[in-house]
């Protein structure tokens, strides 16, 4: 989202995280930017029973738990690695000064908060009233739409991954892909999932 280049003559530092290890907790307080130069991240909530709600993955080059800085409002989320990850970390001080300065910068950061916005609602909507099958075409459709080209898109989730970010049980997102199989709705090749 914005240059490396950038970040480092703002003061970021680049960080190394393992796997697993969180990043930013839910209900503490925002000071820092965070995007990912390799690796990947997860933002989830825990329910009383443990149970893990993904919010969103991030993969390289992205940006997360941008809202709570801007907004000045707690984190709503923890997030953390899902593996070896690299990401840049930059005070909040930093980021509006970097964005103040940087006016084609700060539209860039801009229109990317819209288009996750956008997903959220679109997904929201998408998973709270509408069948299994349903949910997974519409996470497909936005990934494809996102990461994709014209052609065949790969699916790089899980089924669990697909499970924890449209709020669904494994199991059930097993039944469903199979049934989206034969409904002629994606492919599997090599117990991958395209569309």
């Known amino acids: 989202m914005i240059p490396e280049n950038l970040l480092l003559n703002y003061s970021a530092t680049l960080e190394n995280i393992n796997a697993s290890e969180i990043i930013l907790h839910e209900k503490r307080r925002a000071d820092f930017y965070f995007q990912i130069k390799t690796g990947e991240v997860k933002m989830f909530n825990l329910n009383e029973q443990g149970k893990e709600f993904v919010q969103g993955i991030f993969y390289d080059g992205e940006s997360f738990g941008e809202p709570p800085l801007l ?108 049934q989206l199989e034969q409904d002629g709705e994606i492919k599997l090749i090599k117990h991958k999932v395209f569309r």
Request: aromatic content about 10%.
């Open 71 to 178: 907004g000045d409002f707690k984190y709503p989320a923890s997030a953390s690695a899902v593996k070896q990850t690299q990401l840049y970390k930059l005070s909040k001080t930093k980021l509006f000064e970097l964005l103040t300065e940087n006016p084609e910068v700060n539209l860039k950061f801009t229109k990317a908060l819209a288009k996750r916005l956008y997903y959220k609602a679109t997904i929201l909507k998408e998973i709270s009233v509408h069948p299994p099958e349903h949910r997974i075409l519409a996470l497909i459709d936005f990934l494809k739409r996102k990461y994709g080209s014209d052609g065949l898109f790969q699916v790089e989730l899980t089924r669990q991954q697909i499970a924890d970010l449209t709020g669904q049980r494994v199991e059930t997102v097993i039944r469903a892909i199979k």
